[in-house]
């Protein structure tokens, strides 16, 4: 764990300042801030809750950096990280500094009186998310903290394999509808969960039936 935060420090180090670069926008335009500020939305875009400007400008920050440093040490600490693929390694650390910037672009446009299609963003954000993620997940290597770390995969190397390599192309066409979806918006929030669920659900089904297939046939 030591050898790999100390090879990582750099990167480490960036992505906790991204993080936190969030909280450095809202001191510097602090006076154009309202007293009360919008961190809410609900599933039809619309704002549905509010805070206060100094919890709204440093409460998010500091949650999103715990979420970070919790990321980054969980995968240290996995001995079966050791081995695994540098460029997933090097993506892992910028998942949340990415997620804190976004949030920051949809509450200060918002907080200032600008319109924030945030279902729109959410669509665009995690489309992009798929699309990077579906490129590297057919490239990871069998771990407790990164991918489909359900029992069928984590006790057989095999079905590890062939689960991920259906997880990345399906994750990156998600991220294209995911997208396309977000530009065209025919119907955000269902189409939003169809694809999410899609995503995540069928690998971790046709893992399961690699599991049973392989207990069938002994």
């Known amino acids: 764990m030591k050898t790999q935060l100390k090879n990582r420090k750099g990167i480490i180090i960036v ?6 670069l969030p909280a450095l926008i809202g001191v510097i ?4 801030l309202p007293a009360q500020m919008p961190v809410h939305w609900n599933a039809a875009g619309e704002i549905d809750n509010y805070m206060s ?6 409460l998010f920050p500091l949650i999103m950096l715990a979420a970070h440093l919790i990321c980054v040490f969980v995968t240290a600490a996995d001995p079966e990280n050791e081995d695994q693929s540098k460029k997933v390694m090097q993506l892992i650390p910028w998942i949340i500094p ?17 319109s ?14 798929f699309l990077v993620i579906g490129n590297y997940l057919p490239k990871t290597r069998p771990n407790y903290s990164i991918g489909f770390r359900i029992p069928w995969t984590l006790h057989d190397e095999e079905n590890w394999k062939k689960t991920h390599r259906l997880a990345g192309p399906l994750a990156i066409v998600g991220g294209f509808l995911m ?3 977000g530009f ?3 119907h955000l929030a269902p189409v939003f969960l ?7 659900l069928v690998p971790t089904i046709y893992s399961y039936l690699l599991y049973r297939k392989k207990n069938a046939n002994g």
Not at 15 to 20: A, I, M, P, Q, S
Request: with cysteine; proline share 2%.
């Open 179 to 181: 997208i396309l979806e």
């Open 116 to 129: 924030v299609n945030v279902l729109q963003i959410a669509c665009l954000l995690v489309g992009l998310m």
């Open 194 to 200: 169809i694809i999410l669920a899609a995503v995540t």
């Open 53 to 58: 400007k100094g919890m709204a400008i440093f």
């Open 15 to 20: 992505t906790t300042l991204v993080t936190l």
């Open 184 to 186: 065209f918006q025919w």
């Open 29 to 32: 335009l602090w006076d154009k």
């Open 98 to 114: 990415v997620v804190s910037m976004v949030l920051a672009a949809m509450m200060y446009p918002a907080a200032l009186g600008h």
